[in-house]
């Protein structure tokens, strides 16, 4: 079926290309913060700027293939689908620039007792967006273990809005102790949800996996 309208190739390379511009600017996120914990906000902006760059570029990507899916490639039933499902996956980027964009408008002086935290999230969104990755790159390859990545992109999903809800608790308990005021309590509150909402976008887009898999089947 992959063969049938000659683009499929074409378009499912770009499919690669574009998830992986995704997971590069998502990757950025570990370069962000230790400038933001540090204070050192020239750093986080010039980074802030390089993630954009590759947002941009998944943006590029993602228009040629609504112009190939426009143009023919995939079957019908499977075509809109296809568009969603790049939709989605971008999602994921625009995202991860809009939590990029909210640490480096803050600001705000990071309280050190809070590193391992941030960090255990940050690590969570990124290994959960590999799983995306590796989700869609095998959607042309193998339907079976494409449907398995899906699930654990959810499984990956309730562990980070596990960690995320921790942090949130320590947040506000931190603030009814006076360890800061209210206005690191919302910029924090808010990175916080910002990059949770990363991984809600991923699931977002593993959520249409399993709609294409059917499909392909019937």
Known sequence: MR???GKESEVEKHSREHVELVFECVKKLKEIMPPFYM?????????VIEMSILETKADEV??????????GAFLPFDREDRIVLAELV?????????AAYGISLSRITFPPNYKDDFEEL????????????ECIELLDVDLGQALKKAHEVEEREIKVDMIERRILKKLYQSY????????????LKN?????GNIVDQAEDASDRVPIIAAKRKG
């Not at 999602?91 to 620039?97: G, H, K, L, P």
């Open 3 to 5: 063969k049938i309208f």
């Open 39 to 47: 204070g050192e906000f020239d750093i986080l902006d010039a980074k």
């Open 62 to 71: 993602r228009r040629v293939m609504e112009i190939e899916f426009f143009q």
């Open 90 to 98: 971008d999602n994921v980027a625009d995202t991860t620039q809009e």
């Open 122 to 133: 940050v690590d969570g969104v990124i290994d959960s967006i590999a799983v995306l990755k």
């Open 176 to 187: 009814r102790d006076e360890e800061f005021g209210i206005l690191r309590l919302i910029e």
């Open 191 to 195: 990175m916080v949800t910002r990059l």
